[in-house]
């Protein structure tokens, strides 16, 4: 399935663990189901890229570590 950029994404939560594993390195995987669930419950209608962006916006605020933002 191609993918353009005024589709409107039916984003489904096996989509968003992939999205996930490649958006969010290093994250573990009870943190990525919370990210997950988050994620799920705020991107109907929003494009792939946008939910990506959704979903690097929900781990940064809750801080959920990533290669970028290790803990401390």
């Given amino acids: 399935m191609e993918t353009h950029a005024v589709e409107r994404s039916e984003t489904t939560e096996s989509d968003l663990w992939e999205m ?3 958006t969010i390195a290093g994250i573990s995987e009870e943190c990525r189901a919370a990210l997950i669930r988050e994620t ?9 890229g946008q939910v990506v962006d959704l ?14 933002n290790s803990p401390r």
């Fill in 20 to 22: 996930a594993a490649d």
């Fill in 40 to 48: 799920l419950d705020n991107c109907q209608g929003r494009s792939a």
């Fill in 55 to 68: 979903m690097q916006d929900v781990a940064a605020a809750r801080h959920y570590p990533t290669v970028e």
